[in-house]
């Protein structure tokens, strides 16, 4: 059972376009989400990240869009940038319970064009 | 502040060996996870300890096992190995508490397991 779906799994952008990444949920449980990147050859690392009790959480040109009554989240990137070129990963959690395991989303794999 | 280290980087088995991955997380930080990540699914959890007892077990056969020491270092191991198993698997750190205010993982660069 995919609890996080993740689309597209592949996104080209020209550089200064936004990129627009989606995931959605299933566990209404989950209160914890976040955006991981990761470049090729090394570990994911987070990005940024958002609890439902805000419907957006902007840091630089990174953006989250929280919708708890469709359980869906998305990640924005604005003005997108060749060094974006990554792929993204959407998680969520249940912090604070007993379980203390990240469900990931498949990924996506971003291409930024100069 | 030294980042997750993890050991070997890269390795190759064959079928029906085992095989013995390590980590060692951000020095302060009590827990470690590991992901198994693959193209087609993704990263998949295996199983998160916190001072050295497993909280938490993901969707993997008993072949899967793993361990912290009191130092909070863990080590992974697979055994009977099958081509299946090639994956990058990858160790994450973090306080794993909930008096810290995000579940922030701080992942290492990755053990890459080569199945032949």
């Known amino acids: 059972q995919q609890q996080v779906k993740q689309s597209p799994q592949s996104l080209i952008v020209q550089k200064g376009g936004i990129s627009i990444i989606n995931c959605a949920y299933e566990?209404?449980?989950?209160?914890?989400f976040p955006w991981y990147q990761q470049f090729p050859g090394k570990g994911p690392a987070l990005l940024i990240a958002?609890?439902?009790?805000?419907s957006e959480k902007k840091e630089g040109r990174f953006t989250i869009s929280f919708n708890k009554s469709a359980k869906q989240f998305s990640l924005h990137i604005m003005d997108s940038q060749p060094g974006d070129s990554a792929t993204y990963f959407c998680?969520?959690?249940?912090?604070?319970?007993?379980?203390?395991?990240?469900?990931f989303g498949k990924g996506t794999l971003l291409t930024v064009n100069p | 502040k030294a980042g997750v280290t993890q050991t070997p980087r890269y390795l190759i088995k064959t079928r029906g060996q085992q095989v013995t991955l390590s980590c060692s997380p951000i020095?302060?930080?009590?827990?470690v996870s590991w992901y198994q990540q693959t193209p087609g699914q993704g990263l998949q959890f295996l199983f998160e300890?916190?001072?050295?007892?497993?909280?938490n077990k993901g969707n993997f056969p008993g072949r899967f096992s793993g361990r912290q020491f009191s130092n909070s270092r863990s080590e992974m191991n697979v055994s009977t190995l099958e081509l299946g198993d090639s994956a990058l698997y990858l160790c994450?750190?973090?306080?794993?508490?909930?008096?810290?205010?995000?579940?922030?993982?701080?992942f290492g660069e990755g053990s890459r397991l080569t199945v032949l």
């Open positions: 994450a750190s973090s306080h794993g508490q909930v008096s810290f205010l995000t579940g922030e993982l701080f």
């Open positions: 566990n209404t449980a989950f209160d914890y």
């Open positions: 958002i609890r439902p009790d805000v």
């Open positions: 998680a969520a959690q249940r912090w604070g319970g007993s379980n203390y395991k990240l469900t």
């Open positions: 020095s302060g930080h009590r827990s």
């Open positions: 300890y916190f001072s050295e007892t497993q909280r």
